[in-house]
Nanobody, 124 residues
Framework: QVQPVESGGGLVQAGDSLRLSCTASGRTFSFNGMGWFRQAPGKEREFVAA????????DYLDSVKGRFTISRDTVKNTVYLQMNSLKPEDTAVYYC?????????????????WGQGTQVTVSS
């Protein structure tokens, strides 16, 4: 069983950057599609970005395109979410998720393993 573990969240100002990391506790997730989701207070969890098992294809929420980049390092068994030009509306708990399948998805229902989340707060 794969257990994602997120890190890298924090409090930043609008326009700043953060890089979130997701590692696996238990085993490698080199063959898993991976995703990042977020949940702001009072809102439902939403898709942010996804990447296929081989890193060749990515997908993004429209509002983060051009600002966020998802990537993976197979050697380090880590998936990243580089977040640039952060806005106050990006404030949320960010979750890393892993699929048993390898192709990523915008649907949270397609993910089998979830991390505990890391808080990102962007002040104006």
């Amino acid at each position: 069983q794969v257990q994602p573990v997120e890190s890298g969240g924090g409090l930043v100002q609008a326009g700043d950057s953060l890089r979130l990391s997701c590692t696996a506790s238990g085993r490698t997730f080199s063959f898993n599609g991976m995703g990042w989701f977020r949940q702001a207070p009072g809102k439902e969890r939403e898709f942010v970005a996804a990447i296929t098992w081989n890193g060749r294809s990515t997908d993004y929420l429209d509002s983060v395109k051009g600002r966020f980049t998802i990537s993976r390092d197979t050697v380090k068994n880590t998936v990243y979410l580089q977040m640039n030009s952060l806005k106050p509306e990006d404030t949320a708990v960010y979750y890393c998720a892993a699929q048993r399948g390898g192709y990523g998805s915008r649907s949270s229902r397609q993910y089998d393993y979830w991390g505990q989340g890391t808080q990102v707060t962007v002040s104006s």
